[in-house]
């Protein structure tokens, strides 16, 4: 599969799950299973680690839940509630464990314990406590806003509204999960779908006595603010809570190898169908409080704990139409069409097929009897064909040769890395003016983590491509809204929504304003690493108007960039050499106000200084040395350069190379322990 296969079949599983989290997050009316929606998130999860130019804003790599909705105040989380990565095997968590080793410096023989805790499916919710009293109840939102649903939450007796106890905090906040049990939810099942969509439904009741009829339940299991902590582990935390009036798991235990690990995860599943609450797996947090925070975090995610997901859940069904979708950044996803069935209590209709070679070696056909599955977080999947069901007379699907937008024959890029062709057919968009690779472009545009246009969405987006009123995302700004008074649905009130959102968002940061333009390669954290160097929208758009000069000076500042490779800057170049793209983003730095990055607040001696790191270190690893140096400040390069203030130097094995480079640039060159002296 060539590289626009692959991001052609990634930006449609993208798609599937953005609909699927703002049904699961925002309507609590999942449109699959857990299982069915776990599979979607690990294949685009497995999808970005194998393939390193896939990036998205909508990823859940980058994207916690979904807009709050505008039922409820909407009030910033003092400390963000972060989503979970993913583990489907015991693989996976010995990667887990190798990768927080390696960061933390820990020698195979050093011991680290964690906290195994059930994963329940329900709602998360934040409660805050002032001096023991309930003061505010916040939904996670999108992991950085949530809704104020305090009264509702005040109506679930599991949740203490006074606490008198002497070691009580301050200031806490304490995060778990509402649920309805099993049992209860037999009680009402009429009223809802599955017990997840009854406790948000409840949730989000405007008359909190109408959510008092509904038997919410809440167990804790984290904290955001905790002052003063006065706790070091994660277990004393979990019994301090149960102290503290509040219900905790009693499954929860410790594990420390993975053989403990295993046979734990394999113990509570066999028993899942006897609890009575939905679980979908278990969460391992590192119980010492200080690694988690010396490991911090990585995009949306915490590294000190994962998510270990149960097994899969399937089911058969018949392909009735194999259609091709062209993404943003022009790869062609075929997508099955399927007898809808129903897959853990999830009507299923969609099933991915992933690219041409996986159509090829499943040997997938339409009206083929499929067997399908959902897990985890990716999209439901077709695993394997039925052949003693095949018609004598059915056909192999051919894979287009030509884009069905705009007619362009189909490419599969070389990848320079794995020196193969990419698995992803891609439409190579020579004339920039295909035009679902452009009406894909406008919905990344106005998307969440981008100008966040509410009320902007795609199938709005589509009428107004098919009244040809925009084709480039400046023309957002210029729309003359008054035709919406024709559109079903739409009223004075909702078209001055619309209205405002469009100029709330002009005001936007200079990440999120690169993230917007949908540059293949640049996401979320590739943006934000731009931004950090850049700092100023005009300095970005000098590197634009010049990365293809022949002088190659814009080019060599980019290979600096500590986080930037080849894809990423080939990427910009492309996108770059065009004419269009180039007036596009022009009229936006003109139409936008576009804030300068903020790196950091406070002032440290390091503050704003270019570092690079060589060489292996004895004390921290590599990876910790640069969180630890960017939340100080300072910007990390790869390479040396004139501009680079110190070159910091491992104890084991740094390159000779770049130390003579430094030198002759006169560039300072510390050790390890004078470096720990610096920042400590």
């Given amino acids: 599969m060539n590289k626009k296969e692959i991001e052609k079949n990634y930006l449609k599983k993208i798609d599937e799950i953005k609909k699927y989290n703002k049904a699961y997050f925002e309507k609590d009316d999942p449109l699959v299973s857990d299982k069915y929606y776990d599979d979607i998130k690990q294949e685009i999860l497995q999808l970005e680690k194998k393939h390193k130019f896939l990036k998205n804003k909508d990823s859940p790599s980058k994207k916690i839940g979904y807009k709050p909705s505008g039922k409820f105040k909407k009030i910033n989380h003092e400390i963000p509630m972060l989503s979970l990565s993913n583990a489907f ?199 010492d409080l200080k690694l988690q925070t ?34 943003r950044t022009g790869a062609l996803t075929p997508v099955a069409k399927i007898d809808p069935i129903t897959i853990g209590g999830v009507v299923v209709s969609n099933a991915t097929l992933h690219n041409e070679d996986e159509i090829n070696r499943k040997d997938i056909r339409i009206n083929d009897t499929v067997c399908i599955q959902r897990a985890g977080d990716v999209i439901p999947q077709v695993l394997s064909v039925d052949l003693l069901k095949r018609d004598k007379n059915s056909k192999k699907f051919i894979f287009p040769q030509k884009c069905p937008s705009c007619g362009s024959k189909t490419i599969k890029e070389f990848n320079i890395n794995t020196k193969k062709k990419d698995a992803v057919t891609r439409c190579p968009d020579t004339n920039f003016d295909c035009k679902d690779i452009l009406k ?42 008054s035709i919406l008074n024709t559109l079903d649905g739409w009223g004075e009130k909702s078209i001055d929504n619309l209205k405002n959102s469009i100029i709330k968002s002009k005001q936007i940061s200079l990440d999120r304003f690169i993230f917007s333009l949908g540059i293949r390669h640049i996401g979320e954290e590739n943006a934000k690493v731009l931004a950090k160097h850049f700092l100023v929208a005009k300095q970005f758009f000098e590197l634009a108007k010049n990365l293809n000069d022949a002088k190659q000076k814009y080019l060599e500042e980019l290979k600096a960039i500590d986080g930037i490779g080849n894809s990423q800057i080939e990427s910009l170049k492309k996108f770059f050499s065009n004419n269009q793209n180039l007036k596009v983003v022009s009229k936006l730095i003109d139409v936008l106000n576009i804030k300068d990055y903020k790196f950091i607040s406070k002032k440290t001696p390091i503050s704003g200084k270019l570092i690079m790191f060589t060489g292996g270190f004895v004390d921290k690893s590599r990876s910790e040395l640069k969180s630890l140096a960017e939340s100080l400040g300072a910007k990390i390069v790869s390479n040396v350069s004139k501009k680079t203030d110190f070159l910091i130097t491992g104890s084991h094995k740094p390159t000779t190379r770049k130390i003579n480079e430094a030198k002759n640039l006169n560039i300072k060159i510390i050790n390890e322990d004078d470096w720990n002296k610096i920042i400590n």
């Fill in 89 to 287: 095997s015991v693989i996976n968590i010995k990667d887990f464990i190798k990768k927080i080793r390696n960061f933390l410096n820990f020698k195979n023989s050093e011991k680290i314990i964690f906290s195994a805790e059930p994963k329940i499916d329900g709602i998360s919710a934040s409660l805050k406590y002032k001096d023991g009293i309930f003061v505010l109840g916040l939904s996670r939102g999108d992991g950085k806003i949530g809704e104020d649903i305090t009264n509702n939450l005040k109506t679930i007796s599991d949740i203490p509204k006074t606490i008198k106890k002497k070691n009580f905090p301050e200031n806490l906040e304490v995060r778990g999960e509402v649920y309805i049990s099993k049992s209860d939810f037999k009680k009402i099942n009429k009223q809802f779908a599955n017990p997840r969509n009854a406790a948000g439904g409840s949730l989000r009741q405007k008359d909190y006595k109408e959510t008092s009829k509904i038997p919410l339940k809440f167990i804790a299991y984290g904290f955001g603010l905790a002052d003063p902590m006065n706790f070091k582990r994660q277990s004393e935390f979990l019994k301090l809570l149960k102290s503290w009036g509040f219900k905790t798991n009693p499954l929860n235990s410790l594990v420390s190898s993975l053989e403990e690990i295993e046979s734990n995860h394999r113990i509570i599943e066999k028993k899942r169908s006897e609890i009575d609450y939905d679980l979908d797996g278990l969460v391992y947090k590192i119980d």
């Fill in 294 to 327: 010396r490991l911090g975090y990585v995009s949306n995610y915490p590294r000190w704990a994962i998510a270990h997901k149960f097994s899969a859940e399937k089911g058969f069904s018949k392909i009735k139409n194999i259609e091709i979708q062209v993404g």
């Fill in 440 to 481: 894909e472009k406008l919905k990344h545009f106005v998307s969440k983590d981008a100008l966040n246009i509410e009320g902007l969405g795609k199938k709005l987006i589509d009428n107004f491509w098919n009244k040809k009123l925009i084709k480039y995302p400046h023309d957002i700004f210029s729309l003359d809204l």
